[in-house]
């Protein structure tokens, strides 16, 4: 049976956090997680500062389904089966031992995966105690009055013959980065009710709607009755690329990059559950993530007494929405989906710090019944004020346009996006100012020597024209 368990499928980050879950709902406010390398003998630890837990408690709390997953439990509770402490443990070591403190008094119990396969009689034996290569382990982290201290060992699905120190620490930083996600709401702020470290060193937290950026747009918090609790729904719009410094792009594309994280986020008692995708949803063809809407993440809150209606798995990562909820989260999901393809086709202009005037785009898409073309649109200022005064070189410039309109690389484009999972670069990226001057210059004179504009009219036009829009700072210099 346990072998069986073993096949969960548990990411080393989740598997943890199913221990954190535990800590959490014994009240800690201190967590600590130690990584110890030692080659094929490296060992994890989790160490809290929680109620703790009496021998009669310790030994209830390592049966396997100590707990009935449909009695009510406390708001604050994040389990639910009875099971994760063991079964997410055991998916990741064949030894787990569990030291506890409670009114001073230590109790210590383990399971040896090794030792149960061969005892003869078959028995569930129980071990008092950690291994004696490592109980001290236990003892040197062990708090003095009340706390927990979990040990895994000969972790066989971790540490396998071959595996290096330096993989080891990309492990370390892989489950930095899913615990900052998955606790995020606990360990954020100025007063956060947890302090969460790996190593000593403090968990960051990654919030999924950048909630802090005067970029990101949030629609209304949407309130759903159900039998089992109340919903809270909220859709985000997270800024586009154009909007962010490098650095703030690699960090708020989460740990499994942009595309992947768009979606859902479902939270239980404030503990996320699933991070991205799109819960099935989307009609009778199920949305699937797509370049256009990586910037739309969805905020969803149940309550731990919601647990059955949403089907939550033992892992606590995957959820489904009942029937009666889906038309509101379809709703929803539809207006964000639509906000975010906008403010990815337009890079950012439709957040919510931009001016009401109107932008001028350069290209506009044209529908027909074969299909959707690409035209450049005349009526931008900088290419009307060349076509006005282009005299006899006009029909030569409109056969030039019409050539670039029909040889759009269309297809090249999608490969390259889909292939690099970046968005190709316009609008002067990346490109030194002097060169931005250069064209900037060239337009504003045309429209103040050729065609007579004031200076600031001439501003105010190359201000509400892509791609000049973005650059301000340079356009009031000119």
């Known amino acids: 049976m346990i072998e069986t368990l073993r096949g969960l499928g548990y990411s080393t980050g989740a598997a943890l956090a199913d221990i954190i879950d535990n800590s959490i709902s014994a009240g800690a406010k201190n967590i600590s997680l130690k ?35 449909t009695s009510q439990r406390k708001p604050n509770d994040l389990g639910r089966f009875g099971i994760g402490l063991k079964s997410a443990s055991f998916s990741q070591c064949r030894r787990l031992t569990v030291g506890s403190t409670k009114n001073g008094v230590l109790s210590c119990l383990r399971w040896d995966l090794d030792y149960l396969a061969n005892n003869a009689d078959g028995g569930w034996h129980l071990l008092e105690g950690a291994d004696p290569s490592s109980s001290g382990l236990i003892v040197e982290n062990m708090p003095t009055t009340h706390g927990t201290v979990v040990l895994w060992e000969v972790m066989d699905r971790i540490v396998t013959p071959g595996f290096s120190e330096q993989e080891y620490l990309d492990l370390i930083e892989k489950v930095d980065q899913t615990l900052g996600m998955i606790f995020h709401r606990f360990i954020e702020g100025s007063h956060p009710r947890l302090k969460l470290t790996i190593n000593d060193v403090p968990v960051k ?22 039998p089992s609790g109340i919903v809270k729904i909220r859709g985000y719009v997270l800024p586009h690329n154009d909007q962010l410094t490098a650095e703030e792009y690699e960090r708020w594309g989460g740990p499994d990059g942009w595309n992947s994280q768009q979606g859902f986020y479902v939270y239980r008692s404030d503990r996320l559950l699933v991070s991205g995708g799109w819960l099935g949803l989307g009609g009778r063809r199920a949305w699937t993530r797509e370049e256009s809407h990586r910037l739309a993440r969805i905020s969803v809150d149940i309550t ?72 450049i649109d005349t009526d931008h ?59 900037l210059t060239a337009v504003f004179e045309d429209l103040t020597l050729r065609r007579g504009m004031s200076s600031e009219l001439a501003k105010k036009t190359l201000l509400s024209s892509e791609p000049f829009n973005h650059y301000p700072n340079l356009i009031s210099n000119l």
């Open 205 to 226: 937290p990654w919030d999924p709607f950048m909630s802090n950026n005067s970029f990101t747009m949030a629609s209304p918090e949407v309130p759903y009755k159900t």
């Open 304 to 375: 731990n007494t919601s647990d059955i209606d949403w089907k939550i798995d033992i892992r606590k990562s995957i959820a489904r929405p009942p029937l009666s909820i889906r038309p509101l989260l379809i709703k929803i999901a539809e207006d964000t989906r639509a906000k975010a393809r906008r403010v990815f086709a337009h890079r950012g202009l439709y957040n919510k710090s931009t001016p009401k005037e109107e932008i001028h785009n350069a290209w506009r898409s044209e529908v027909f019944k074969g299909g959707i073309r690409y035209r």
């Open 35 to 69: 990584f110890i390398w030692n080659d094929l003998g490296s060992s994890i630890l989790v160490i809290d500062d929680g109620d703790g837990m009496s021998d009669a408690e310790l030994e209830l709390a390592m049966r396997l389904g100590d707990k009935n997953p």
């Open 381 to 439: 200022p900088a290419i009307k004020s060349i076509m006005e005064s282009s005299g006899e070189l006009s029909p030569q410039i409109k056969a030039l346009l019409r050539i670039i309109e029909e040889t759009v690389p269309v297809q090249k484009i999608w490969l390259d996006t889909a292939e690099a999972k970046e968005t190709p670069r316009t609008a002067f990226a990346e490109q030194p100012s002097e060169g931005v001057v250069e064209v």
